[in-house]
């Protein structure tokens, strides 16, 4: 019951704000001076959503920029991504060195771990000598 009141009370609101609206359009206009500017006159809308503004033409052009300005916002733009690509680049450069420091840590493990297996078989000159020559030939081949 109270929500057809509401409905009711809404749609009587409607109305008098459209005979009201309807009104002072009517009383704003004089009946028998000519108008000296092109100013319409605007009844009440036929779907009653007066609160919304008129509809206007569709124009294409009207947000198109001058060259300059788009000259002057793509330079910028490119500014931009210049700075983020170097510092992109930073980074990357940043985590191959840590990379490349992990992996040499890990070989160099990797490399103390063997030669203490061989010390264990054989002797420690000879160990010692074998290193030795392993760094030549590694500096031979680099």
């Not at 992990?102 to 490399?111: S, V």
């Not at 061989?118 to 000159?125: I, T, Y």
């Amino acid at each position: 019951m109270r929500c057809d009141f509401v409905m009711l009370s809404w749609k009587h609101a409607k109305a008098e704000h459209k005979s009201v609206r309807m009104a002072t359009a009517l009383a704003s206009a004089p009946a028998a001076a000519p108008i000296a500017k092109a100013t319409q006159v605007t009844g009440v809308r036929k779907n009653g959503k007066d609160w919304h503004a008129p509809r206007k033409a569709f124009r294409p052009t009207a947000g198109q920029t001058s060259y300059a300005k788009r000259a002057e916002k793509e330079a910028q733009t490119a500014e931009v991504k210049k700075l983020e690509r170097e510092m992109k680049a930073e980074k990357e450069e940043e985590r191959q060195r840590r990379i490349q420091a992990i992996k040499d840590k890990r070989a160099a493990k990797e490399e103390k771990a063997r030669y203490e297996v061989m010390a264990q078989k054989m002797h420690a000159k000879r160990v010692e000598r074998l290193r030795r020559r392993e760094k030549r030939n590694k500096m031979l081949k680099s």
